[in-house]
């Protein structure tokens, strides 16, 4: 099978690695005000419009709103926050809402996907990230020393950009705070806490629309049948990395990263109810966990408002109505699909991997590719990809660029 048509996928352009203008000053224009400024990555996206409402009913001033395709949702966000910028990828898109914004009463740059890593070069006190996939590299390396704190979904770009993301954030005093539930609850577990103290960390899985099927009963899955997930509302390719259960293999390499700890002490654990996101055991034999409803609003709040905690309307868990909460033990095809956190993170595959499984999905969702075939599909790319040593952004795109597609 060929897969040539998405080398295009990965060139620089794909990547938004366009370098900032020189001519162009996003920088400094913060202004003065009580309240938070916050741009918001992907505001269109599952998360992106949970982060809009948040900042949009809370504290924060919207600076800059970014988007690919949905226009209509980017100009009602617009009307409703007034930014200072929108930056629209999609070139039909942004012609689109130029036009439609040129008669606004307030001045909105409206910018094309050009601009993007400038605008993620505007200081604010928060830079939410939700922008799927590794399309969100550019921008996230960018944002790093003009975005006080980082709030970042996209899980793509933590595995690419790996310890070298975490040391440039830590040398450019950009703090990041991971929105992904699983990470989240481990971050809190850990606020006070000594790392050298943890024992293991366990992450929880949904199990996804699949759990109870054996792999001969995957064949013939459709793909509505596969984006139908029994607990979360999410993007299609996070929800199809649920459902191959790759999507915690990608997480256990995420909090391998995010935390700095080594893979082997992270575990996935399958709890279908989404009510314990992630625990920690400690060296003494002590679990500590973090336990809600399986609302993203919560942890995007979390990451938005850190340090602090603001209230927020959401169902709180009711434990008689609970009665009890459940753990499953994985098929032999969900261990090792999860399984590949090991593997890859033992070859250095890490990079090539993301690609693989992004590329994987992709295939399945445009019907080139089964379901079960999803699987062989990045073992084949990572057969042939070598060991990635990563000390500069331009190692990884150079990685990116060279991995054999075919
Ligand atoms: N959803 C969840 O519950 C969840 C949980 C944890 C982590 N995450 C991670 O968070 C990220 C976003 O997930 P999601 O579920 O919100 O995905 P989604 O619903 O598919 O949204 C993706 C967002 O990214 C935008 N986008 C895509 N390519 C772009 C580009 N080249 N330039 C600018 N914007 C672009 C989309 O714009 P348009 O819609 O305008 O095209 C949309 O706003 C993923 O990395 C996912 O793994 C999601």
Redesign the pocket.
């Known amino acids: 099978m060929g897969y040539h048509h998405i080398l295009t996928w990965s060139t620089p352009e794909?990547l938004?690695l366009y370098p900032p203008r020189q001519n162009t000053d996003y920088r400094g224009q913060r202004e003065k005000h009580d309240c938070k400024t916050v741009s918001i990555?992907?505001?269109?996206?599952?998360?992106?419009q949970k982060a809009f409402s948040i900042a949009s009913s809370n504290n924060f001033e919207i600076v800059a709103i970014?988007?690919?395709?949905?226009?209509r949702?980017?100009i009602e966000q617009v009307l409703k926050c007034l930014p200072k910028y929108v930056?629209v990828?999609?070139d039909a898109?942004f012609k689109i809402v130029r036009d439609a914004l040129s008669g606004a009463r307030k001045r909105i740059e409206v910018v094309p996907?050009s601009e993007?890593v400038n605008v993620a070069s505007i200081d604010v006190d928060c830079c939410v990230m939700?922008?799927?996939?590794i399309?969100?590299l550019g921008p996230t390396f960018a944002c790093l020393g003009h975005a006080k704190n980082l709030a970042i979904?996209?899980?793509?770009v933590i595995i690419s950009g790996g310890q070298y993301l975490m040391n440039q954030a830590h040398e450019k005093k950009t703090k990041i705070i991971p929105?992904?539930?699983e990470h989240s609850a481990i971050y809190q577990c850990l606020e006070e806490g000594n790392p050298d103290a943890i024992n293991q960390i366990i992450l929880t899985a949904s199990g996804g629309p699949f759990l109870g099927r054996t792999e001969d009963d995957l064949d013939n899955v459709t793909i509505d049948e596969a984006l139908a997930h029994p607990n979360?509302?999410?993007?299609?390719?996070?929800t199809i990395?649920s459902a191959t259960m790759i999507?915690k293999a990608i997480e256990m390499i995420e909090a391998s990263i995010l935390f700095d700890i080594p893979i082997t002490k992270i575990k996935p654990l399958i709890h279908r109810e989404s009510i314990i996101h992630g625990m920690i055991c400690f060296v003494d034999g002590t679990f500590k966990a973090v336990l809600s409803s399986p609302d993203?609003s919560i942890p995007i709040s979390f990451a938005m408002n850190y340090p602090n905690r603001n209230p927020l309307n959401t169902d709180r868990i009711d434990f008689y109505d609970l009665g009890s909460l459940t753990f499953t033990k994985p098929k032999q095809w969900q261990s090792r699909n999860m399984g590949l956190a090991y593997s890859v993170m033992d070859s250095r595959k890490v990079i090539a991997f993301n690609v693989a499984n992004e590329m994987a999905v992709q295939s399945f969702l445009d019907g080139r590719i089964r379901f079960s075939e999803i699987y062989e599909y990045i073992v084949r790319i990572l057969d042939k990809a070598e060991p990635e040593n990563v000390n500069s952004y331009e190692d990884i795109v150079r990685i990116i660029n060279n991995i054999p597609l075919s």
């Open positions: 794909y938004n990555f992907g505001s269109t996206g599952t998360i992106g970014i988007g690919n395709r949905n226009y949702c980017l930056c990828s999609d898109s996907n993007l939700a922008m799927s996939g399309a969100a979904a996209t899980k793509e929105v992904d539930s979360w509302k999410m993007g299609k390719k996070v990395d999507n993203m």
